[in-house]
């Protein structure tokens, strides 16, 4: 069958691999379209610190069920959403029912090969079932179950003030459904291009450009009191800690990015404001369902979400030429 390799960092392969036969407790999945994150541009980029080559990527995953599974719900022709974090089921994590974070998580496409291909089995707990949701949306519902996790950890309130550091797909999802839960957002990124593009296409509105000046236009936006809730989405360390300057007293940090670095803060700085810190990993089940009941409910705007579409043959010259434009695609979904 199909698939696509990343080699080493800078190079796609089309190759062809043995279809994987049946398997005892795994699922086959016909993969039908494939969402393409910023992890799969930092894995081929060779930035990625969580990774060993050769390694078929891909996350992002919509499928046809083929066979295997036991529940009437997941028959063979069932459209699926997959959830690409495969854990132990019975560590600590699991057994509180935070399978997201299980002690031993491997994430399809990074620490095991994804879906850049035809078919692929998984264990039945990672499959949804899509109902009326296309193909092409069933891929995009994991980046932002992502965004709807790190919310749900926030604890976002009606009428909170908001802000989202980093205005890539991640962050443009976190923003999603912290207005979703009735939060006051305002984005911020280096890009003002970026910050135009999604003040046209979602609403977001008087975005705040990343930089020296950001924490005095804070200040002066929110009289002096600053963000009820923060959300760091960048990924980078120095945006990170500059993020905690950002909070509200009595407010709260989310990371929702992640970085192979320490974060160091200004500890009196955190008791003073009693500053409420969270992490943020991945999703579970409930994050996917709020994301998939919302799309069905005309709450996100999906074909404003998806800038850019391929198939999966041309991955290997198209992933290049998004990577040297000069904004990253918001959203592609590749089609299988």
């Given at each position: ?17 043995p279809?994987p036969?049946?398997?005892p ?12 994150c910023g ?5 081929f980029?060779?930035?990625h ?18 066979g295997?599974?036991?529940?009437p719900?997941?028959a ?65 519902i ?8 790190a919310v ?5 309130k009606?009428g909170?003030?908001?802000?989202v ?14 207005r ?10 280096l890009?003002?291009?970026?910050l135009?593009l999604l ?6 509105r008087?975005?705040?450009?990343a930089?020296?000046?950001?924490l ?36 709260t940090?989310?990371?929702v990015?992640?970085r192979?670095?320490?974060i160091t ?8 404001k ?14 996917f ?8 409910g ?15 043959d ?6 290049p ?5 000069p ?10």
């Amino acid at each position: 069958m199909r698939a696509i390799v990343c080699p080493e960092p800078g190079r796609l392969e089309r190759i062809e691999v043995p279809r994987p036969d049946p398997a005892p407790g795994l699922v086959a999945v016909d993969i039908a379209a494939v969402g393409i994150c910023g992890t799969d541009f930092h894995i081929f980029e060779g930035t990625h610190p969580f990774l060993a080559y050769p390694r078929i990527m891909g996350h992002e995953l919509s499928g046809v069920v083929v066979g295997g599974a036991a529940s009437p719900d997941l028959a063979p022709g069932t459209r699926i959403v997959v959830n690409p974090y495969i854990s132990c089921g019975h560590c600590i994590a699991c057994r509180k029912g935070k399978r997201n974070c299980c002690t031993t998580l491997k994430c399809l496409g990074v620490h095991v090969d994804g879906g850049m291909c035809e078919r692929i089995l998984l264990p039945e707990e990672n499959l949804y079932p899509a109902g009326d949701l296309s193909l092409r949306d069933a891929a995009m519902i994991e980046f932002q179950a992502i965004g709807a996790h790190a919310v749900r950890r926030s604890e976002v309130k009606p009428g909170d003030r908001v802000l989202v550091v980093g205005a890539g797909p991640i962050g443009v999802g976190t923003g999603i459904f912290a207005r979703l839960a009735g939060g006051a957002v305002t984005l911020m990124d280096l890009s003002e291009g970026r910050l135009d593009l999604l003040a046209d296409r979602f609403g977001f509105r008087d975005g705040i450009r990343a930089g020296a000046d950001a924490l005095a236009e804070i200040d002066r936006r929110t009289d002096g009191d600053r963000y009820d809730v923060v959300f760091d989405a960048t990924g980078n360390a120095r945006a990170m800690e500059g993020s905690f300057a950002f909070v509200a007293s009595g407010g709260t940090l989310v990371f929702v990015g992640v970085r192979n670095a320490d974060i160091t803060f200004s500890d009196p700085e955190l008791h003073r404001k009693e500053i409420t810190l969270k992490a943020s990993r991945n999703a579970t089940r409930e994050d996917f369902e709020t994301v998939m009941a919302a799309v069905r409910g005309g709450q996100v705007p999906m074909d404003a979400l998806n800038s850019h579409a391929g198939t999966l043959d041309d991955l290997p010259e198209a992933m290049p030429a998004w990577m040297a434009a000069p904004e990253l695609p918001l959203k592609a979904v590749v089609t299988v």
